[in-house]
């Protein structure tokens, strides 16, 4: 386990409860949870201040991390591994919070037409095999067979999802059925976390689980509160600018998907990890989607499900909840918003 680095970034005077209090703007970075990098910023008297704070935080990812693993088991714990393992076998008790996430995904499923699935296991597995092959040995990179990815579809029946909240137990009622959480897990536990925080009396923090952005509240400045200033990154890695634009987000989270960083390639084709449930292929109508929304695990969710949408029919569904925008980047490069998206921009620009 990499430990705790802890950045001193710059120092600034504030007001806080009529009493002039000296805060120093201090930064987190920890590896290895959820397979990403993870980043806290925040505001403190003094550094063993925002330490503590921050290894809170790496706690509480940690248990998250375990909870919804589907690689891995740990000793006196039933997680996501745990269920897949019993698939077809027997009901699994597991801890509330994993029956959240699983209640929370389902009504993705729904909300989204299937466009989130996390039964998709079967298929999404063929797909991690056969990349993690093809970046181990360019060479012998391959697409898997059209039979191979419908006998897995197969066995992706959301409906055989078991979930009874009061014995607090979850079946997999197909043995040969798998959960894929990859598409909420971060956004879910990234607010969750906030939340906690936020009871907690905490009024200022930024949190990002490999890009899974949520903020408490704004940022201290010099004339009070101001909004955290986010860049979209810019799928092009071939552009000169790396950042699409930049946002002001205070309360909110800021979720990317993308096809830039996890992918293969076959013949000069690449081949990334969004799939759509529907053509069991990736997703070819888009570079990257950002969502906006005060709830990490919606944006989560909503950022692969709208990914396999076309772009007219995404704009119509995100336009149909309230307090979600989404920026669009397409397969051709055009930039494409939702309908309130400009109002969180730094520059605000021109429809």
């Given amino acids: 386990m990499r430990r705790l680095l802890i950045i001193l970034l710059f120092s600034c005077l504030l007001t806080s409860f009529g009493c002039a ?60 591994k745990t269920i897949n393992d019993n698939a077809g076998i027997a009901p699994v008790k597991v801890d509330q919070e994993l029956i959240s996430l699983l209640l929370f995904a389902k009504e993705q ?46 066995h992706t029946d959301i409906e055989k ?38 009871e907690q009396g905490i009024s200022s923090l930024l949190i990002s689980v490999g890009g899974n952005i949520r903020a408490i509240g704004g940022k201290p400045g010099k004339r009070g509160m101001e909004a955290w200033n986010i860049g979209i990154k810019n799928p092009d890695k071939e552009s000169p600018d790396e950042e699409l634009c930049n946002v002001l987000i205070s309360g909110y989270s800021v979720v990317s998907s993308g096809t830039y960083e996890r992918y293969y390639t076959v013949d000069g084709k690449k081949y990334h990890h969004i799939i759509d449930p529907n053509t069991l292929m990736p997703a070819s109508y888009f570079k990257s989607i950002t969502i906006i929304c005060p709830d990490s695990g919606l944006a989560d969710a909503l950022s692969t499900a709208v990914f396999n949408m076309p772009v007219e029919n995404g704009k119509k569904f995100i336009d149909s909840i309230e307090n979600v925008e989404a920026l669009w980047v397409t397969s051709t490069g055009e930039i494409v918003y939702s309908t309130g998206f400009k109002d969180f921009m730094k520059v605000n620009v021109k429809q």
Avoid: C
């Fill in 161 to 198: 999802v078991i979930i009874d909240e009061e014995a607090s137990t979850v079946y997999l009622t197909d043995p040969e059925m798998s959960l894929d959480v990859g598409a909420v897990a971060k956004g879910y536990a990234v607010e969750r976390i906030a939340r906690y925080f936020e």
């Fill in 109 to 154: 499923y729904y909300l989204t037409g299937g466009k989130l699935n996390i039964a998709l296991g079967p298929v999404l597995r063929v797909w991690h095999e056969y990349r993690e092959r093809a970046l181990s040995d360019p060479l012998s990179a391959k697409v898997p067979s059209r039979k191979l990815l419908e006998e897995a579809a197969k």
């Fill in 21 to 80: 209090k000296k805060t120093t703007r201090y930064q987190a970075e920890f590896l290895s949870l959820f397979d990403t990098v993870t980043t806290v910023v925040g505001y403190a008297e003094n550094k063993d201040e925002f330490t503590s704070l921050a290894e809170q935080i790496k706690g509480k990812l940690a248990e998250y991390h375990k909870l919804f693993d589907i690689y891995n088991s740990y000793e006196g714990l039933n997680n996501l």
